[in-house]
């Protein structure tokens, strides 16, 4: 049985990247478990680096309830549309936190993700997918797969703009039906 965990990171609630990520999770056999947890729903503090100075204290609160649910997952998904090609700022703050959950050593935070598997559901708002758009998010959900030993699954990209409009891409709707298998 594996457990996946769907972080959305859009600031826009049942957004494009959303309905997209719930479209292939869908399909996921009911043996899986699926947790979700949107980001904004669960503020964390601006990240402070303090590795070379004071060092980081357990997380408490939102991030220890983000941390927890992370290291429960076999599979982390991160659920994204692609703002001014980067991430969202909650998915970017999330990770910043990984900095410092994983130099907490009773957290134990890298070695236990080491072998999981990081998934990203990507929707940018190019017309020409050709664009690309999307690439620069995907090239740092790859790396941050790399670097913490994980195994990069590749995203599920989508194109759409308005709310709504991930419907009208079929490529997108037809490649989250064989995403997860």
Request: net charge negative; aromatic share 10%.
């Amino acid at each position: 049985m594996r457990s996946f965990l769907f972080v959305v990171g859009s600031t826009r609630t049942g957004g494009n990247a959303e309905t997209l990520a719930r479209a292939a999770a869908s399909l996921l056999p009911k043996t899986d478990e699926q947790r979700w947890i949107r980001l904004t729903d669960h503020p964390l503090p601006p990240f402070e680096d303090t590795r070379h100075s004071t060092g980081y204290s357990a997380p408490e609160g939102n991030a220890k309830l983000l941390c927890d649910a992370t290291l429960a997952a076999t599979d982390l998904v991160l659920v994204c549309p692609v703002y001014w090609y980067s991430l969202p700022w909650p998915t970017k703050l999330y990770l910043d936190h990984w900095t410092a959950w994983m130099r907490i050593k009773e957290l134990g935070f890298k070695e236990r993700l080491a072998g999981r598997t990081l998934h990203a559901v990507v929707v940018d708002s190019d017309e020409d997918p050709a664009d690309g758009s999307s690439l620069p998010v995907i090239d740092t959900l790859r790396r941050t797969a790399e670097y913490m030993s994980m195994h990069w699954r590749g995203a599920l990209v989508g194109h759409a703009n308005k709310p709504g409009e991930i419907s009208e891409d079929t490529a997108a709707i037809a490649a989250a039906s064989e995403y997860f298998e």
